[in-house]
């Protein structure tokens, strides 16, 4: 066919920057190529000219999520259909002038699609053996063309153009899109900690206590003594993938305890485990669809199949294969991210009694609750490469995210060791145990944390760029706020007011012959 069309964006990746946001678009521009060469023949010297009206162009941004499990087989939802119209009116395209040249004539059309600031990640996720299935994005581009009647014709398309069909609309290759979100990175100077990338957040913890799996008796230790426990603790408030570490600090007080039971109460020890939860879900929630802007049931399959469905649909729809729980809408897979070299276990030094305050003088003097506290801090490792597998492949860190079909979240459980002196002299533990909700990101440029000095610093090359000019031109996102209000950096102060050398001198104009002789001095 002489006509073809060919997608052509400015980057094949978007870079999504910041939480998903509903109300926030970014750009995805590039341009569709039209190409128009004249056909030639056997017995024709000379290539005819080739006229071409095109009544239609079409470009559309399509996403799609697919998962599949054992337990709740195969669900399709399409994200978006995003079309643009960059044709409004029939255009006549010609070779004329040009019909010997060997390549052909190439028109260009751009087109600008903004893209949905709550759409989540390109990504591969669900039952291993199918390796398409995920969430995936793609351009698409259809135009209308009608051949017009010009110039030289041979004998062979005089007796064919009876039979053929003038109009003809044609469709472009598919044009995949990686779409990847990245999170801003705060300034060093609003960071807490020296050993994360991001700020420390702090959660008042309500723990909850749970019998000790090495004590087989059914004494526990007095629920009343454990009310009086308060536990502060602080995570960074989000954790890239490239950390290997996560910085842990708890803070014990028990200042409602009497003497006698801060005598008795011992810490001895605390446990820590950092857990990926992966939820499938083979229907949408509707506050979801209500809140992203979902398209309808009657544009979601089977109604209306996506463009670029799994091969393994086909079974589905025909009844070759069922869904094995058709009255199970979800399926968990959970892991550790815990580094399986390195004990989860933390041994407090001493003899445990962390909520008895000696005072530093010597006296009866009582110390101010800011005094009171007790820290513990620790580095908690993380796996830096997955080293298990199961049916969903290998279990690697994924960001957090939550999406129509799939859920990623990571929680920290931490349990302490309490050990209870009572009366009688029988010891008694518990664990105190609570969870704090984490927030793994990922971000522009591969950040190291300071604490690892024996990590390779990756070469900045091999990171993938959206675009040659993303390394120097920041996201809207970084210098705006969503209601358009420019941002202000004021980590960096301004200069001290000086007052100008001229002005204690009078304002009339008197000629400084100074720099005359400063210019002579070598």
């Known amino acids: 066919m002489p006509v073809s069309i060919d997608i052509i964006p400015f980057s094949d990746s978007l870079e999504l920057y910041g939480e998903p946001d509903f109300s926030s678009a970014f750009s995805l521009a590039g341009h569709v190529s039209i190409s128009l060469s004249p056909p030639s023949f056997m017995f024709q010297r000379r290539r005819s000219t080739t006229r071409v009206l095109m009544q239609s162009l079409t470009v559309t941004f399509e996403g799609q999520s697919e998962i599949i499990t054992p337990d709740i087989g195969y669900a399709p939802l399409r994200l978006c259909s995003i079309t643009r119209e960059l044709v409004n009116e029939p255009v006549d395209l010609s070779n004329e ?60 398309s005089n007796f064919c153009s009876p039979f053929s069909c003038r109009t003809h609309t044609i469709n472009a290759p598919r044009c995949p899109v990686t779409l990847a979100r990245l999170a801003e990175v705060p300034s060093a100077s609003s960071s807490s900690s020296s050993t994360s990338v991001f700020p420390m957040a702090l959660f008042t ?11 087989t008796g059914t004494t526990a230790i007095p629920p009343e003594i454990l009310k009086k426990i308060q536990v502060v603790a602080s995570i960074p408030n989000a954790v890239t993938l490239d950390e290997i570490s996560v910085p842990l600090i708890l803070r014990l007080q028990g200042n409602e305890l009497d003497g006698s039971q801060q005598e008795r109460l011992r810490i001895t020890d605390f446990t820590v485990d950092v857990e990926q939860i992966e939820t499938y879900r083979s229907t949408t929630p509707l506050d979801y669809i209500a ?35 058709p009255s199970k809408s979800t399926s968990t897979r959970s ?38 506290w007790y820290v ?30 799939f859920n990623v979240c990571h929680m920290m459980h931490i349990a302490l060791r309490c050990v209870y002196e009572q009366p009688d002299g029988e010891a008694v533990s518990e664990r105190l145990h609570f969870s704090l909700p984490m927030q793994h990101v990922r ?51 301004l200069p001290l007011y000086e007052p100008p050398p001229s002005a204690s001198s009078s304002s009339s104009f008197t000629p400084d012959h100074s720099d005359n002789d400063r210019k002579s001095i070598s």
């Not at 933390?346 to 010597?362: E, K, L, M």
């Not at 620790?378 to 597998?389: D, T």
């Open 443 to 493: 971000v522009a440029v591969p950040l190291i944390n300071p604490s690892a000095t024996d990590r390779t610093i990756v070469d900045a090359m091999e990171l993938q760029k959206s675009a040659p000019y993303s390394q120097s031109l920041p996201a809207y996102s970084q210098l705006f706020y969503s209601n358009g209000e420019r941002k202000i950096d004021y980590s960096t102060p």
């Open 205 to 215: 913890v309500d723990v909850q206590s749970g019998q000790d799996d090495t004590e």
């Open 291 to 325: 809140r992203c802007m979902v398209p309808p049931r009657a544009q979601q399959p089977p109604s209306f199949p996506l463009r670029k469905a799994h091969p393994v649909h086909t079974l589905y729809e025909v009844g070759l294969l069922m869904t094995p729980y």
């Open 335 to 372: 892991f550790s991210l815990f580094d399986p070299s390195n004990s989860a276990k933390y041994v407090i030094s001493g003899d445990g009694r962390v909520f008895v305050h000696d005072s530093p003088r010597g006296d009866a003097t009582t110390r101010s609750p800011s005094e009171t």
């Open 376 to 405: 513990l801090e620790a580095n908690v490792p993380l796996a830096p490469e997955p080293h298990q597998s199961d049916w969903a492949g290998l279990r690697s860190r994924r960001i957090s995210e939550n999406t129509p079909l």
């Open 97 to 156: 002038g040009r019909e010997d040249f060997n390549k052909p004539c190439s028109w260009n059309v751009i087109f600008d699609i903004p893209i949905p600031g709550w759409l989540p990640t390109t990504s591969t996720y669900g039952d291993r053996s199918a390796v398409e299935a995920g969430t995936r994005y793609a351009l698409y581009a259809t135009a209308t063309f009608t051949y017009l009647e010009d110039g030289s014709s041979s004998i062979f």
